[in-house]
């Protein structure tokens, strides 16, 4: 399959790190030197399903296709108003399509998941045009007393539509589980059987544990992957990471040797939006005009689980 267009929406109220100080315990001081976040995007008054909807619209268009000729939608999210129905069928409500609706919840890693399913789908013949989306709202997660983990975060939505070419080059997907390190809690409807005595947990993060896996995965998903395909980290023209936090970013950049110009970010003013941002950056750059046919891209995402992944294609 090869990645023919991109979308994306983010909302339009922006958070500074100045005005995160006016009610918690921190600064811009400490959020930027830390995590190269300035400012992010939050959800105030829009609806996750309806941003989810526009970037799909957005790169159904980019990539000259109409909803009625997509094969499948692969939605990834974490979390939404509705536990049911599916937000792909929201989406495909929204945009008029009529092809099978996929949610998948891989976290951060979301993205670069639903690549590798519909890649598979691809190579069933079972579909010509596919839609990914990735819609997130990690600001509803957070308590926003704790500044350790509310300041890290923004929402967004990013798709790309899929059609039949042979540019994914390699997908490399990992999981290790460690669910104490991020994760969030919602209690259930109580029944006559299960008393509801627990509370809801925010999201909760231990931070330096969560630093390191990111690099140590990260890095080692695209190692394996140059590895596989007989390239070096210099064969790649753009790396397009996570955007969870710039000093990461630059340890996988440091990892991998190679230049600053290489690794286009958003991450100072967008935060972490969890599995949006590798697609939310992809089309950023894209509109730029960023990407030539034949450039190598790779990609890489990492999240609660925790679960990675990375993916090098030709543009
Ligand atoms: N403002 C001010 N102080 C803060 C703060 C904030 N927003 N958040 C935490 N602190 C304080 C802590 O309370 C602690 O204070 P103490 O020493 O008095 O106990 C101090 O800063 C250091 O906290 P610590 O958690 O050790 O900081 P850190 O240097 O590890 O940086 C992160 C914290 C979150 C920036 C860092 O661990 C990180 O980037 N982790 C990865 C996070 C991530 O990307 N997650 C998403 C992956 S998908």
């Known amino acids: 399959m090869k990645i ?3 979308g994306s929406v983010l909302p339009k109220k922006i958070v500074t790190n100045d005005m995160l100080s006016e009610f918690l315990d921190t600064s811009d001081a400490w959020i ?12 105030s008054d829009e609806k996750l399903e309806d941003m989810a909807a526009e970037a799909s619209v957005k790169a159904l268009e980019n ?6 000729d997509l094969d499948m939608i692969i939605c990834s999210n974490v979390v939404n108003e509705y536990v049911t129905p599916s937000l792909s069928c929201i989406v495909q409500g929204a945009i008029g399509a009529t092809c099978p609706c996929l949610d998948i919840n891989c976290a951060c890693a ?12 691809f190579k069933a013949g079972k579909v010509k045009n596919v839609l990914v989306v990735c819609a997130e709202e990690p600001s509803r997660m957070t308590s926003w007393k704790d500044r350790s983990v509310c300041v890290l975060f923004g929402d967004g939505a990013g798709a790309a539509v899929l059609t ?9 997907l990992s999981a290790a589980s460690a669910t104490d390190k991020l994760y969030e809690k919602r209690i259930l409807e109580p029944t006559p059987y299960v008393a509801k005595e627990e509370e809801n947990v925010p999201l909760q993060m231990k931070g330096q544990d969560v630093f390191k896996f990111a690099v140590k995965a990260s890095s080692g998903d695209i190692k394996y992957l140059l590895d596989k395909l007989g390239m070096d980290a210099g064969d790649v ?6 955007q969870a936090n710039m000093r990461i970013i630059n340890s996988i950049r440091d990892f991998l040797g ?4 290489k690794f286009p970010t958003n991450v100072e003013s967008h935060g972490n939006s ?13 509109r730029k005009g960023l990407f030539k046919p034949g450039d190598i891209l790779a990609l890489s995402a990492f999240g609660a689980g925790f679960i990675s992944g990375a993916v090098i294609l030709e543009w």
Request: proline residues 5%; glycine residues 10%.
């Open 164 to 172: 039949e070419g042979d540019n994914i080059k390699g997908i490399k």
């Open 274 to 286: 969890s599995s949006a941002s590798c697609p939310i950056l992809l089309d950023e750059c894209n």
């Open 63 to 68: 990539a000259g296709i109409k909803a009625e």
């Open 110 to 121: 979301g993205f670069i998941y639903a690549l590798d399913i519909a890649e598979s789908h």
């Open 237 to 242: 023209k753009w790396y397009l990471l996570h």
């Open 4 to 6: 023919t267009g991109t």
């Open 32 to 43: 930027y030197p830390r995590t190269g976040i300035r400012y992010r995007h939050v959800i």
């Open 258 to 261: 190679q230049p600053e110009e």
